[in-house]
């Protein structure tokens, strides 16, 4: 049953899994002995009748309970738990199985196209041409039917297997609407449709069996799933605090299941506390959004960009020239400087006013959110205090104590490395309501002490 993590994210369980398997096992076990019945019934129908098109039919659906078999048999396999030796399950015996079903497909069609060769120069005589047309539509019928609840069954649970049995249930469709057919105008003494109508049925099967080889080839080869899966874990990375940049993103099918790995860089301050923090909203966030994908291995590297985003609140606005404030929280300006430190130089740089200057109470705490939204990689102050220092720090954003009278020299003793990182507020302060809902959801508890080091 599903499960949550520590975080609250709903996560799947093996025992989920295992859930999918056995409804995969369980459809193409209803399938194989539907067909085995129904291949029987025409073959019957079509010794007696003397349709030898109908005879072909019952092979093509014999042939089809065979390879249903191998797949149920995929699915059996593939529901042993992990062990030592396989680590990583046996999910892939079903990509096994769905290649020796493609196997088993392509052999069908190379008969087909064989017996209907031999019917050009041949015309049947049917016996029982009411029973004959009864059990063609009876086919045609039934393989409606497993076709559809395959796919059903296939797409819920993302089973590769089910949804290629359903797409060569689907071509008997046709198939059984041209049986149907050729029973009629052969009836009437219509010469050369039989053997034309079969190998043409021959050729769509053999299509869909050349597909579906390529796929298990592939997936066996541990190809990516998709782009557009492979797009989606990008964005959700992307989207996680904390993560500078990432690589090696790999992504494989095992199965009806997807395994994944990825490096993500994170900037070298980050202990590794969080940097376990940030893995782990990465791997449930994926797991949650895409529910295919198993396991999500996730690399963690060092990050230091050239080009960095400075705030330094000022009081008055003189660009560069800018006198550094003596507060944060109720300074009257921001001003927002890119730097690139392997140059030493300023790249860019903007002003903006302060919207939270007057405010009556938290105003450190709503102007840290402030320029956050800017995203900055560092804050160059005098004063900071505890609720704005440690949701810097959330944010992955560092805090350096100023040292210099105006902007430009604060940020050349920044790019010469002579400014001081902080490393805890200079001011104390009780924690907001908010913040503290927060630590005390991640189960820490309350210890003596300023609020930061309470919890």
Request: with cysteine.
């Amino acid at each position: 049953m599903s499960k949550k993590d520590n975080w609250g994210v709903k996560t799947t369980s093996l025992e989920e899994k295992m859930s999918k398997l056995k409804r995969g096992e369980k459809a193409v076990g209803i399938a194989t002995i539907t067909l085995i019945l129904l291949a029987l019934i025409e073959a019957a129908v079509g010794f007696l009748s003397g349709a030898t098109i109908l005879l072909a039919d019952a092979l093509h659906n014999a042939t089809d309970s065979l390879t249903n078999f191998v797949s149920w048999l995929g699915f059996k396999i593939s529901q042993k738990r992990p062990t030592e030796k396989f680590p990583y399950g046996y999910y892939k015996a079903e990509t096994l199985a769905t290649l020796l079903v493609s196997g088993f497909i392509l052999y069908v069609a190379f008969e087909l196209l064989l017996e209907g060769y031999s019917k050009i120069f041949t015309l049947s005589e049917i016996n029982m041409p009411f029973q004959a047309m009864c059990i063609a539509l009876i086919s045609l019928i039934v393989s409606y039917l497993i076709a559809k609840y395959m796919k059903k069954v296939g797409e819920e649970i993302n089973s590769q297997l089910l949804i290629a049995n359903s797409q060569e249930k689907a071509i008997d469709v046709f198939s059984s609407t041209i049986v149907f057919v050729a029973i009629l105008l052969t009836f009437y003494r219509i010469p050369y449709v039989e053997g034309i109508i079969i190998m043409g049925l021959s050729l769509l099967v053999l299509k869909t069996g050349i597909f579906i080889a390529k796929d298990s080839i592939f997936a066996l080869m541990d190809v990516s799933p998709g782009k557009d899966i492979e797009d989606e874990v990008k964005k959700i990375i992307n989207s996680i605090a904390g993560v500078e940049d990432f690589k090696d993103l790999r992504l494989r099918k095992s199965g009806p299941f997807i395994f994944g790995e990825v490096t993500v860089k994170v900037r070298k301050h980050v202990d590794v506390e969080r940097a376990h923090e940030i893995a782990d909203s990465i791997e449930n966030k994926i797991k949650k959004e895409i529910e295919d994908i198993d396991s999500f291995t996730i690399h963690i590297e060092p990050y230091e960009s050239e080009e960095l985003k400075l705030a330094i609140p000022i009081e008055t606005n003189k660009e560069l020239n800018s006198e550094v404030s003596e507060h944060f929280g109720r300074a009257n300006y921001f001003i927002f400087v890119t730097v690139n430190k392997k140059d030493e130089k300023i790249v860019a740089f903007y002003t903006k006013n302060n919207p939270y200057k007057e405010k009556a109470s938290k105003a450190g705490y709503f102007a840290t959110n402030f320029v956050i939204k800017e995203k900055i990689d560092a804050l160059i102050t005098k004063e900071v205090g505890e609720i704005s220092f440690h949701t810097l720090r959330d944010n992955l954003v560092d805090v350096y104590k100023a040292k210099g009278k105006d902007v430009k020299e604060v940020v050349n003793n920044f790019i010469k490395g002579e400014l001081e990182l902080l490393t805890e507020p200079t001011q104390e302060e009780e924690a907001p309501a908010e913040v503290q809902n927060k630590y005390e959801a991640r189960g820490l508890r309350r210890r003596r002490g300023p609020w930061w080091r309470r919890w």
